[in-house]
């Protein structure tokens, strides 16, 4: 089974531009999560989908948006960017149902830079 | 609130035998992940724990104690390999990942 997929792998913005990242998950999992990871503050949780639907989400302001199609893909779109964003976003894939708690794969992650 | 707290860095020698500690405070816990994280890599599943005790696998083992929320990842047979961040993640109504603890391991 392939992995985890992310694209683009690497991207460089200027600070009020919009950015949208793509996530393709191992084949069959229904649920994705995004994660930003800075050395900082490590790995954040931002949101989680699964069928197409929101099921959680974490403490980040309001550009940070996303979705998911009926093929599990997801996308994530962070807008009017600002230098704090640069981070490594990693997306992760379970089979996770109802109960919600099954393990994460990680894909390679976008490395976003903001200048 | 979440919180998970982890040494930040750890050193042990190739061959021997190494456990990281995990403290966390969540609501709703269901349980316990182990990841680890080379440099410029993304992370990768080890291990979990949801019930009490200790799950092994190969080198690696897990404990867990909810009553004491704290969870613990025994190294054992340390390789060169193996030096990397090692994250503790907490599952409650989402993954709340701890900070990581770097691992070096020296010749």
């Known amino acids: 089974k392939a992995g985890v997929t992310q694209t683009p792998r690497y991207l460089i913005k200027t600070r009020g531009q919009q950015v949208t990242l793509s996530c393709s998950p191992i084949?069959?999992?229904?649920?994705v999560s995004w994660y930003q990871q800075t050395p900082g503050q490590g790995l954040q949780f931002l949101f989680e989908?699964?069928?197409?639907?929101?099921?959680n989400k974490g403490n980040f302001p309001g550009r940070f948006s996303g979705r998911q199609f009926s093929n599990s893909r997801s996308e994530m779109n962070v807008s009017t960017l600002e230098l704090g964003d640069s981070a490594l976003y990693l997306c992760?894939?379970?089979?996770?149902?109802?109960?919600?708690?099954?393990?994460?794969?990680f894909g390679p992650g976008t490395r976003l830079t903001v200048l | 609130g979440q919180n998970i707290d982890q040494p930040t860095e750890m050193t042990a020698t190739e061959g021997a035998i190494v456990q990281i500690n995990c403290t966390y405070q969540?609501?709703?816990?269901?349980?316990l992940f182990w990841y680890q994280q080379h440099a410029g890599e993304a992370p990768t599943f080890l291990s979990y724990?949801?019930?009490?005790g200790l799950e092994e696998k190969g080198r690696f083992s897990s404990f867990l104690s909810r009553s004491k929320g704290y969870s613990y990842l025994l190294l054992k047979e340390l390789q060169m390999k193996d030096s990397a961040s090692y994250l503790c993640?907490?599952?409650?109504?989402?993954?709340?990942f701890g900070p990581g603890t770097r691992l070096s391991v020296l010749p």
């Open positions: 992760a894939s379970s089979l996770a149902g109802t109960g919600g708690i099954d393990t994460q794969y």
């Open positions: 084949s069959g999992h229904r649920s």
């Open positions: 989908y699964f069928s197409e639907t929101q099921r």
């Open positions: 969540t609501s709703g816990f269901n349980g």
């Open positions: 724990n949801v019930l009490d």
């Open positions: 993640a907490a599952y409650g109504q989402n993954f709340v």
